[in-house]
């Protein structure tokens, strides 16, 4: 697992907040959205001294004085809006604070069967395995042999 480093105070001088308000846009919806660099996740970068940043992470630090997000804190979007920097839309919360709010929002979704990332086995080779499935003639490992996958799958 990864451990956040703690960050030092950013000096908040006018160019730093010109630089980064320089790749901002407003939206209708009321979000300030990152036109900056962004990461294949999809949160904006912006780079400082001690490295690249998350640009809402940065946005909420310049809102808050420079200060660093609490260690076991993160920077929460209460718009959903990956790209969102507009700091009336952020706010800390614990990665269980985050999962809660994700899933009341229902956007934790757990794919299940073929759907998921890592499915082995289809609709068809386990309609294969109720067929033939009968103990201590025709086992889980007999047919997983058959199909090619351990018997535990």
């Known amino acids: 697992m990864h451990t956040r480093r703690e960050r030092a105070v950013i000096v908040l001088t006018d160019s730093l907040k010109a630089r980064f308000f320089a790749k901002t846009a407003k939206t209708e919806s009321g979000c300030i959205e990152w036109t900056g660099c962004v990461s294949p996740t999809g949160y904006g970068k912006f780079k400082l001294s001690d490295?690249?940043?998350d640009a809402h992470v940065v946005a909420w630090r310049i809102a808050n004085g420079g200060i660093a997000v609490p260690v076991g804190k993160l920077v929460m979007?209460?718009?959903d809006n990956r790209q969102c920097v507009n700091a009336e839309h952020l706010s800390l919360g614990t990665t269980s604070d985050n999962m809660i709010d994700c899933r009341d929002k229902g956007r934790l979704?757990?794919?299940?069967?073929?759907?998921?990332?890592n499915a082995v086995l289809n609709a068809e080779m386990v309609a294969f395995i109720w067929q033939h499935y009968q103990p201590r003639r025709f086992s889980f490992r007999r047919i997983g042999r058959m199909l090619r996958v351990s018997e535990g799958t």
């Open 77 to 79: 979007h209460s718009c």
């Open 51 to 53: 490295g690249p940043q």
């Open 109 to 117: 979704v757990y794919p299940i069967g073929e759907q998921a990332h």
